[in-house]
């Protein structure tokens, strides 16, 4: 099985929205509501910052959000600011468990 | 506080083994799932394998299936990963993490590094 498929950078100003979409199958992504998001800081471990497409861990911030459509789900970061550049990564629930491939987004 | 500390990595030859521990603390262990996630330096996130509460269920990469074992100890708040027969492949930060059901992965350790060369 092939990693979902995002985009490899993404970018936008600061007070800007910016998507990063998660594209995978019917059988995973397509397939149920578990699909979940990290934030990773340079040299730092991955962070939950969305699961199940829409919930927010406590102490997320609500300029992060989630949705989905067919077997694409997608990632909105509302609001831009500099803290947010990072590398973010989609996680598909399944055997195996698949990991999107990872997106740098940029703040100008 | 919520931690999750792991240890063991560093350089092994190749074909060799190597036993990765996590030791976890502030949430119930012995009721969690987990999971050993790997990144390749300057790469991507790459799901290894996951394990049920009582060890009963084991899921693993296809890749390593056959070469790691995942276990834990529920009496001593840990979970291991057992590598054999390395590979150059293999080299990665190994990451133990909690996954509170269905892949969401809410809590991290640091990740230990290994490196398999000769």
């Known amino acids: 099985q092939s990693a979902l498929t995002q985009p490899p950078s993404a970018s936008g100003s600061p007070g800007q929205s910016v998507a990063i979409s998660c594209t995978g199958t019917?059988?995973?992504?397509?397939?149920?509501?578990?699909v979940s998001w990290y934030q990773q800081h340079p040299g730092k471990a991955p962070k939950l910052i969305l699961y199940e497409v829409t919930e927010r861990p406590s102490g997320v911030p609500d300029r992060f959000s989630g949705s989905k459509s067919g077997n694409t789900a997608s990632l909105t970061v509302s609001g831009l600011q500099a803290e947010d550049e990072a590398d973010y990564y989609c996680?598909?629930?399944?055997?195996?468990?698949?990991f999107g491939g990872g997106t740098k987004l940029t703040v100008l | 506080e919520v931690q999750l500390v792991e240890s063991g990595g560093g350089l092994v030859q190749p074909g060799g083994s190597l036993r990765l521990s996590c030791s976890a603390s502030?949430?119930?262990?012995?009721?969690?799932?987990m999971t050993w996630v790997r990144q390749t330096p300057g790469k991507g996130l790459e799901w290894v394998t996951t394990?049920?509460?009582?060890?009963?269920?084991?899921d693993f990469l296809d890749s390593v299936n056959g070469r790691f074992t995942i276990s834990r100890d529920n009496a001593k708040d840990s979970l291991f990963l057992q590598m054999e027969s390395l590979r150059a492949e293999d080299t990665a930060i190994y990451y133990c993490?909690?996954?509170?059901?269905?892949?969401?992965?809410?809590?991290w350790g640091q990740g230990t590094l290994v490196i398999v060369s000769s």
């Open positions: 019917s059988s995973d992504v397509g397939a149920h509501k578990y």
């Open positions: 394990i049920n509460p009582d060890g009963s269920t084991k």
């Open positions: 993490a909690r996954d509170r059901a269905y892949s969401t992965l809410d809590y």
């Open positions: 996680v598909s629930y399944g055997v195996p468990r698949m």
């Open positions: 502030g949430f119930t262990f012995s009721t969690s799932w």
